[in-house]
């Protein structure tokens, strides 16, 4: 098994450009989330998906979007991007919650200029 | 809310010391408590987990135990390693919710 995936690794953007970051499970698990990592500040949530069609807003979804078409991929849609996106994003899946682990993929560092 | 407090890094440590870094939690009901690591360069992973009070979680010479009355988890290791040098996220998750609540992490550097 791969895992989680993700790419691309890292990216540069200009403002007010978009893009798509990629993000696929080979577990068959039903629950996906996508969090966003800045320096001291741990992981925020921003969007998550408990299976095919179906998502969620977290903690900080405000300028991403996302989709869940298939149990597999759960791609994040930034459409104008902003310096306060630059950051490092990080996929996970779980086949459910509370006590089950959460799975994360190796992380799509993007800086926005 | 949940929530999650971790001891600010870094931690440094010479090879062989002894390790704690401290977690404590706000939540409601019982949570599920977690460690995880990330490694320079890569994703989160998990490192041990405890569901219930009392529990302790163990793996690879770590460990903490979910202590209700004094709501924490505090990490310890009796004697690390340069290979354990990386970043220890605390986490949560209550009971039937979606989402687990991370602490702001502690960067844990061992010199030879």
């Known amino acids: 098994n791969a895992g989680v995936t993700q790419t691309p690794k890292f990216r540069i953007l200009k403002i007010g450009q978009s893009m798509t970051l990629q993000c696929t499970q080979d577990?068959?698990?039903?629950?996906m989330y996508w969090y966003r990592q800045d320096p001291g500040m741990g992981l925020k949530l921003i969007y998550y998906?408990?299976?095919?069609?179906?998502?969620d807003k977290g903690e900080v979804p405000n300028g991403y979007n996302v989709s869940r078409s298939t149990t597999e991929d759960f791609p994040l849609r930034l459409e104008l991007a902003a310096p306060s996106q630059t950051s490092v994003y990080f996929c996970?899946?779980?086949?459910?919650?509370?006590?089950?682990?959460?799975?994360f993929g190796p992380g799509t560092r993007l800086l926005v200029l | 809310g949940n929530s999650v407090t971790q001891m600010e890094g870094p931690v440094t440590l010479s090879e062989e010391a002894f390790l704690t870094i401290n977690c404590t939690y706000t939540?409601?009901?019982?949570?599920?408590l977690f460690w995880y690591v990330q490694y320079p360069g890569e994703g989160l992973q998990l490192l041990l987990k405890?569901?219930?009070?009392?529990d302790k979680g163990s793996n690879k010479g770590f460990e903490a135990t979910y202590r209700k009355e004094t709501t924490s988890f505090h990490l310890e290791k009796g004697s690390v390693q340069v290979s354990d040098s990386a970043v220890y996220f605390c986490a949560l998750s209550g009971l039937n919710t979606d989402k687990l609540i991370f602490g702001t992490g502690t960067r844990l550097q061992v010199f030879p």
């Open positions: 998906s408990v299976g095919a069609g179906i998502t």
């Open positions: 939540a409601t009901g019982y949570p599920s």
């Open positions: 577990m068959n698990h039903n629950y």
């Open positions: 996970a899946s779980s086949y459910s919650v509370g006590e089950e682990t959460q799975y």
């Open positions: 405890a569901t219930k009070a009392d």
